[in-house]
């Protein structure tokens, strides 16, 4: 009934997914805002009923709303934090119980941190941090090390002379190089990353992007990629998950998904996205709510230019929308609405 | 004599700005003005020195050597300014948002805190004053519920919440000049769009000048009067935003234009090359080593910055380095 779209699932859909997420939960213990010296804890809740499946070779996109989970879902995904409720599963099995086994989950499932400068030790030179997984993992011999070194920063785009400089020299840009050359060193089959190409100028991103692109298409590399850029995410990614508080609002196909959104705030998101020489769009109105006090019914409801009553006591859950999309809204856009 | 012209009327501007860490020549001769009211991006390669400029007018620059000058109107070079006189002009005309509001904001204290002891030390208001004017500032840049959030601190906010908490710290003083280093690089699209919206409204009312390094160059044309165009530590073209990206004339500028990626794109070209290292940056035009356009002088004379069109008066400032331009 929906949508008729040109885009298809590359990903197959009946093999067995890597990475699944059954109503996962992650809920932190903070203090109460505001009350600094209490003992107090109150549950905030990070991720609410997240399903997700990646299956083997996808690409997926991970965008929304800043402070929605994006950074904690990934982390779960690399089995750095484990989930408060529900299941988090690599190959059917639990993915802090697979990574506590031994290097090899490490090794197969490479992370590019979102805060890169802050993840690379400040007394390591590039070289020796590049080379760190290369020992680690065992993957050259020490002769080569100083080779392969040099093919990665080649790889990502920096000069050979980048290896005897340290982390405090380069900027912010080329940091963002060496984060990603250490995640490829270990020659993984699946890369998480966050953020690994904001902050980066359009012709190093597009270097990046290709590259990335090309280790998905010609290597089968499985990517769960998060970015704030739109453009980024119909280039790089086939399929797009939107987040909002916590949740999975709407997910599908990247381009069907960004052509014609069905929950709104997918919309917004869209209209937002930078156009050249066109006014700044306004802005939804009020403020996202604290993830300590959800509003009642569905989350969005207190920006939602389309709720309606049943918004503010219904809260909706992720449904399927045809074409392999599915949104959690309960009066989705029409393709025209948009 | 034309960049003459212009400066007479500039609120800011930078003459000949270099920056050399030991032997690297992190900034080349930078010159660019930027008139009361004005809205300015720089753009260009990662490293290619669009922070060093921030940072530098601020005197934030540790362990790098400074010449040339930059003038802001009324209060004279800010690179030869004395500490004293700097922190107070900091205080009161020049403020800055940097790239990583979550490493800008003191971890240890509440967010009201610091921009309380900001208002206090630069406008010497008394504690109540400050902490009304607080709770004024926290409510125009969008946080409601201004009073509680006060005594929030940094990491209970998320990151489009601090990043609105240093728009707040950096407008307290009124500035005359605000630089905005990647102001929105780390915030989802609808949270950039509403923070652009702030500072240029809130800047607009007070006829307050700004500079923004962004990346985004859909959002330079979208939030800048004008844009420069930075490669490798120099400045390659600069001009109106409508000129530089409608007309440009530098290769480089077209290589930028090409990579944008909008949404429903999939046939980027990524150019070839990297940025040569400052040890083997060539003696004429540092894009020499990546350009399609190359001639033979390009690698030996350094091209100076020409005007694009000095017929047509609204190109007048769009000036342009190479020699050999589209
Ligand atoms: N270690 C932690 N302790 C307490 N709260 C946390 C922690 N990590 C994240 N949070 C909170 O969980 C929520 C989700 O944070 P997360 O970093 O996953 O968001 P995000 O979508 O990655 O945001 P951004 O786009 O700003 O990076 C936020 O409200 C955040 O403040
Ligand atoms: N503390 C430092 N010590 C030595 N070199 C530095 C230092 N900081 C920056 N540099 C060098 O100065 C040059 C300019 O850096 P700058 O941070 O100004 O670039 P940028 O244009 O802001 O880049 P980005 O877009 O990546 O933020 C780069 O080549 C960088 O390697
Ligand atoms: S359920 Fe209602 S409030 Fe929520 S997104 Fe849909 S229309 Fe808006
Ligand atoms: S001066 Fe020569 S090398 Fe430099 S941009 Fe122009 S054509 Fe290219
Ligand atoms: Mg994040
Ligand atoms: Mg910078």
Redesign the interface.
């Given at each position: 009934m929906m949508l008729d779209t040109a885009t298809t699932r590359t990903a197959p859909s009946r093999t067995a997914p890597i990475f699944e997420l059954i109503e996962v939960e992650k809920v932190f213990q903070?203090?109460p805002?505001?009350r600094?010296f209490t003992r107090e804890k109150v549950g905030l809740r990070a991720l609410d009923g997240v399903r997700l499946s990646v299956e083997k070779g996808a690409s997926l996109a991970l965008?929304?709303?800043?402070?929605s989970g994006k950074s904690t879902l990934l982390r779960m995904v690399a089995g750095l934090d484990a989930p408060s409720g529900g299941r988090a599963l690599y190959h059917g099995r639990p993915i802090r119980e697979v990574r506590a086994e031994g290097p090899g989950f490490a090794r197969d499932v490479a992370m590019v941190y979102?805060d890169a400068r802050g993840s690379l030790d400040p007394r390591m030179t590039v070289g020796a941090l590049i080379a760190e997984p290369l020992r680690h993992f065992g993957i050259v011999p020490k002769a080569q090390e100083e080779t392969r070194v040099g093919e990665l920063l080649e790889r990502v785009?920096?000069?050979a002379?980048?290896a005897k400089r340290y982390p405090s020299g380069?900027?912010?840009?080329?940091v963002?190089r060496v984060a990603i050359a250490r995640a490829l060193a270990s020659e993984p089959s699946v890369l998480v990353a966050d953020?690994a190409v904001?902050?980066?100028?359009?012709?190093?991103?597009?270097?990046l992007?290709?590259?990335l692109r090309k280790l998905q298409q010609e290597m089968g590399i499985t990517l769960v990629f998060i970015t704030?850029?739109?453009?980024?995410a119909?280039?790089l990614c086939e399929q797009i998950a939107i987040m909002y508080l916590g949740r999975i609002v709407e997910t599908g196909p990247t381009?069907a998904v960004?052509?014609a959104p069905a929950h709104p705030y997918a919309a917004?998101?869209?209209g937002?996205?930078?156009?050249?020489?066109?006014?700044?769009?306004e802005?939804?109105p009020?403020?996202?709510p604290s993830p300590l006090d959800l509003p009642k019914g569905c989350r969005f409801s207190t920006r939602c230019p389309m709720a309606q009553d049943d918004c503010r006591t219904r809260d909706p859950q992720l449904g399927t929308l045809g074409a392999g999309r599915a949104v959690a809204c309960l009066h989705p856009l029409a393709p025209s609405d948009t | 004599m034309m960049l003459q012209q212009i400066n007479a009327e500039a609120l800011l501007s930078v003459s000949d700005l270099t920056v050399h860490r030991g032997p690297a020549k992190i900034l080349d001769r930078v010159s660019l003005s930027l008139a009361k009211g004005e809205t300015l991006a720089l753009?260009?390669?990662?490293?290619?020195g669009k922070?060093t400029i921030a940072t530098a007018l601020m005197q934030l620059l540790d362990g790098a050597e400074i010449e040339g000058t930059a003038d802001l109107q009324g209060a004279g070079d800010l690179l030869s300014l004395r500490k004293r006189e700097m922190v107070k002009l900091r205080g009161q005309r020049l403020s800055m948002i940097f790239?990583d509001a979550g490493a800008a904001l003191n971890p240890a204290y509440?967010v009201g805190r610091q921009l309380i002891t900001t208002l206090r030390r630069n406008l010497g208001l008394s504690r109540s004053a400050a902490r009304s004017r607080a709770i004024e500032l926290f409510t125009q840049v969008?946080?409601?519920d201004a009073e509680?959030r006060l005594?929030?601190?940094p990491h209970?906010l998320?990151?489009?919440?601090q990043q609105r908490v240093m728009v707040a710290i950096a407008l307290a003083c009124n500035p005359d000049l605000l630089l905005a280093d990647?102001p929105t690089?780390?915030?989802?699209?609808?949270?950039?769009?509403?923070i652009?919206?702030l500072i240029?409204q809130l800047t607009r009312e007070r006829g307050a000048s700004c500079i923004f390094v962004l990346?985004?160059?859909?959002?330079a044309?979208?939030?800048c009067d004008r844009i420069v165009v930075l490669y490798a530590g120099q400045v390659v073209e600069s001009g109106p935003s409508?000129e530089v990206?409608k007309r440009h004339r530098h290769p480089y500028t077209r290589?930028?234009e090409s990579?944008?990626?909008?949404?429903?794109?999939?046939d980027?070209?990524?150019?070839e090359?990297?940025?040569?290292?400052h040890?083997?940056m060539p003696a004429g035009c540092r894009f020499a080593t990546r350009c399609p356009r190359a001639l033979d002088r390009c690698a030996r004379e350094a091209p100076p910055l020409t005007p694009a069109d000095p017929a047509r008066s609204d190109a007048r400032d769009h000036l342009f380095a190479c020699w050999n331009p589209e």
């Open positions: 903070v203090r805002p505001g600094r965008v929304g709303e800043s402070g979102q785009g920096l000069p002379d980048a380069l900027s912010g840009g080329q963002r953020e904001s902050g980066l100028d359009v012709s190093t991103q597009a270097q992007l290709t590259l704030h850029d739109l453009g980024v119909s280039y381009d960004l052509n917004a998101l869209r937002a996205a930078p156009r050249f020489f066109e006014p700044i769009p802005p939804l009020g403020e996202i | 753009v260009g390669e990662s490293g290619a922070s790239q509440t969008g946080i409601n509680a005594s929030a601190f209970q998320s990151g489009g919440m990647e690089s780390a915030l989802d699209v609808t949270i950039q769009a509403q652009i919206r240029l990346h985004d160059l859909a959002l044309s979208q939030s409508e990206l290589q930028l990579c944008v990626l909008e949404i429903g794109r999939k980027l070209q990524a150019p090359g990297t940025v040569p290292s040890d083997q």
